[in-house]
């Protein structure tokens, strides 16, 4: 299954961005994870289909209403993720 990595900017970090990332990620029942850089922005790891992915995307790009996505950056990751589940690190 292919993996994606997320990078997301904008106001992201203290709004629930993480936790709402978690809930839709395991809605379409990805793998993976999500945490918080110390840049500001968000990353999100997931595995599953291309489908799943891409409404991941879509929904990164929406975000939780109190968050302003400014950029969604998505590239395949070339490992694995590690787990089954989506979780917070």
Do not use: C
């Not at 990353?43 to 879509?58: H, Q, T, W």
């Amino acid at each position: 299954m292919p993996v994606k990595r997320f990078l997301i900017q904008g106001i992201v970090q203290g709004v629930g961005f993480r936790y709402f990332t978690r809930r839709a990620a395991r809605d379409l029942r990805l793998a993976g994870y999500v945490r918080n850089l110390a840049d500001g922005s968000v990353e999100a790891v997931a595995r599953g289909d291309e489908r799943r992915l891409a409404a991941l995307e879509e929904a990164l790009r929406r975000g939780p209403s109190a968050s302003r996505v400014d950029s969604v950056k998505a590239e395949v990751h070339p490992g694995d993720v590690g787990q089954d589940d989506f979780v917070i690190l």
